[in-house]
C-alpha cells in the first residue's frame, strides 16, 4: 500500500525567510504524481505545486519550488522568502498513474512570524 | 474555466437526522470525484471516490454513502447521522492526465 509521511507536524519561521517542508512516500511503482496542498484558516485546499514522477526536473512555482529525489523516496517543498500568507497547513499527497486515489499525508502546520 | 461548488457551506444538524451533502463540478466532463472527511486539525480521509456515473468506491466501511447521479454531480448521504459525523467535508475533482486534483470549498457538518 502506498503511504506518505510528513514528519514535521508543526513549524515556524521568521517573514522572509526560507522553509523547507519534508515528505517521503512509499511506493514500488515508478509512474505517479506528487503535490503539494496548501491549507489555510479558510480551509479551502489549494494546489501549490505539481510534478510528475518521470519527470527530472524539479518543478518550480513562484517562490515555490520542490526537491525530488526519486531513488530516496522524497519530495520536500522549499517556500521562499516566505509571507505572512503562507502560514497555513501543507500537505503532501500522491498519486499513482494506474489508479485514482488521493493519498494524503498528515500534513505540517506552518506559521510564519511577523 | 472549471469550478467546483458544494453546499451548504455549513450545516448544523441532530443525531439520527439525515444527510445530503452536494458537490458539483462545472467546465469539465468526465471526471473523477472525490469525498473526504478532515477531523479538526487532523488530515484528510478519504470517503469516496468515483470514476465515472453510478461508479462508487468506498473507502472506510460507515454509516455514509455516496452517489453519481450525473456525470459532474457527486452526492453524500447518510440515513442517520452520528456524532461521529462531525467534520469538514471537502470534495475534490481530477481528470486522468491528471489535471488536478482540485477541491471545492467544503462543508463544515456538527452533529449535535
Known amino acids: 500500500a502506498q503511504t506518505v509521511t510528513q514528519s514535521q507536524p508543526e513549524m515556524s519561521v521568521q517573514e522572509a525567510e526560507t522553509v523547507t517542508l519534508s515528505c517521503t512516500y512509499d511506493?514500488?511503482?515508478?509512474?505517479?504524481?506528487l503535490f503539494w496542498y496548501k491549507q489555510p484558516p479558510s480551509r479551502q485546499m489549494i494546489l501549490v505545486i505539481r510534478q510528475e514522477a518521470y519527470k527530472q526536473q524539479n518543478a518550480t512555482e513562484n517562490r515555490f519550488s520542490v526537491n525530488f529525489q526519486k531513488a530516496a523516496k522524497s519530495f520536500s517543498l522549499k517556500i521562499s522568502d516566505s509571507q505572512l500568507g503562507d502560514t497555513a497547513m501543507y500537505f503532501c499527497?500522491?498519486?499513482?498513474?494506474?489508479?485514482?486515489?488521493?493519498?494524503f499525508g498528515k500534513g505540517t502546520r506552518l506559521h510564519i512570524l511577523p | 474555466s472549471q469550478t467546483i461548488h458544494q453546499w451548504p457551506a455549513t450545516l448544523v444538524q441532530p443525531v439520527g437526522s439525515p444527510l445530503s451533502l452536494e458537490c458539483t463540478v462545472e467546465?469539465?466532463?468526465?471526471?473523477?470525484l472525490y469525498w473526504y472527511r478532515q477531523a479538526a486539525g487532523r488530515g484528510l480521509q478519504l470517503l469516496f471516490y468515483s470514476v465515472g456515473i453510478g461508479q462508487i468506491s468506498s473507502e472506510v466501511p460507515q454509516n455514509l454513502s455516496a452517489s453519481r447521479p450525473q456525470d459532474r454531480q457527486f452526492i453524500l448521504s447518510s440515513k442517520k447521522l452520528l456524532l461521529s459525523d462531525s467534520g469538514f467535508y471537502l470534495c475534490?475533482?481530477?481528470?486522468?492526465?491528471?489535471?488536478?486534483?482540485?477541491f471545492g470549498p467544503g462543508t463544515r457538518l456538527t452533529v449535535l
Open positions: 511506493t514500488s511503482e515508478n509512474n505517479y504524481y
Open positions: 499527497a500522491f498519486i499513482l498513474n494506474r489508479d485514482d486515489k488521493i493519498i
Open positions: 475534490a475533482w481530477k481528470k486522468l492526465d491528471p489535471t488536478g486534483p482540485f
Open positions: 467546465g469539465t466532463s468526465n471526471p473523477n
